[in-house]
């Protein structure tokens, strides 16, 4: 193989973003350090070090590893986040959300649980539920 | 035309399957059947069976192509696999080792 | 409804300027809270919210208990499920351990949230009968509930007052009581009585002479023995409520002596000293 693929940052910059098109299906794992806009349509796995942007009509189904993601679309499968996830007004988003910060707009659609980290006032703890 | 483009350090393993034109610059391993264009840019890397209208590389294939309207080789690239294509350009430069079937 | 609703329609947490019904910081109510209107909690609740209204848990508001309103806003601190009809807005100081159930769930950024949401179409039914248990608090549904009533409406028996002052914390407010069957003597809803509990000890544990006899799912407000005496005779008739007797051994509200600790989340009385 000629080219080394992975990653060189310098590379990843001249592209501008990377974008998967609403007339795209990918079916399969997504895996970069890079930030990525899904306008398309994903099945299987998306592991990306950098932002995710679900545009609003993609469909991604899909578990989700991301540093940060904005969601505007749909989403079916888990998110994992290690910075914040966001669900925007369109978003329609059936899976579980672990993040330090989960923000979810009005409108946003959501089912399945969220896991921050909830500081409760001290005293409390023993009685959380979880 | 809406463009996807896959980044360099992107790498997708799996199907891709579309009608817009698609851009390489990250690693494709699996299969892509795009019925516009497809460009791999000199870096990416296509280790698939490629379908699509109009083919470009100037990266790496390893796979089959499979164009129906045109394949082309540029310089730098390296092919290994077989073509089949009704148009055909290898560029001076390019690497190729496989079939080429222009047959349509 | 006083609530007002802006941004989208969401209740926000100055919305309800006049809300009527107020938990003072100091104030740690245990038991089950119901009513028709807006709730401002700046206290502690303990055990079950039903509101036909608005809740707002203020940033001080620590609620550790099942939360069933029409919508919630929540600045503070709830660890419990959370049921909306409308809507639920968890504010940048919120920090929430539980499920959410509403139609609209709005996640501020700096809201600490764990745990489930979701937001199908809430079940009729079990809305319906949520409605219907809170509206029947003062409907003339069992003696000890009319009794609570009874208790949550002005001395004078009427209708319950809208806006309480501040101080008074007034957890909820019962519809005009129906019954005056018992007088128990209305809680002074009306008398401006200042609970400020200070809440010091939680769980006083002498005589904690019980407001009112918690009815199996009335509501318990809590009060600062001070008031208490003010309020004795309301109590000592109130106390009756025999059904509540049912469950548990009435006490001679003057006995209220011992401090009785009930199931969690059941009537439990308690008195903050």
Known sequence: MANPVSTSASSRTSEGICNIGPRIAIRGNITGEEDLVIEGRVEGSVSISGHLVVAPGAIVEADIEVDTVDVHGQVDGDIVATTAITLHESARVGGNLRAPRVVLSDGAQFKGSV?????????LNRQTRR | MATTVI??????DGEISGEEQLIVHGTVKGRIAVSDTLVVENGGLVEATVESGTITVNGTVHGDIAASERAELRPNCTV??????????????ASFKGNVDMGG | MATTKTRNNLPTPEASAEVVAHIGAGTRVVGRVSGQEDLRVHGTIEGSVR??????????GVLLAEVIARDVVVSGTVVGNIHAESAVVLTASARVVGDIRSPRVSVEPGAAFRGAISMEPVDADEVAAEATAARSYGVTRSAPARALAERQVAAPNNEVRRSAPARQQQAVRLPPRRAQAFTAA??????????TTPAPAPRPSPPAPRAFQPVDEDTIIVQHPAIRS?????RRRSEPLPVAAASEPSDDPKKLARPRTLPRGKHKVERVD
């Open chain 2, 80 to 93: 290994v696999g077989d073509i089949r294509a009704p148009r055909i350009l290898i560029a001076d430069g």
């Open chain 3, 230 to 234: 003010s309020e004795d005779r309301p």
């Open chain 3, 186 to 195: 209305p809680q002074p809803p009306t008398a401006p009585r200042a609970w």
């Open chain 2, 7 to 12: 980044g360099s350090s992107i790498v997708i």
């Open chain 3, 51 to 60: 509101l036909q209204q608005t809740l707002f848990v203020e940033p001080e």
């Open chain 1, 115 to 123: 896991e921050m980290d909830v500081q409760l006032p001290g005293g």
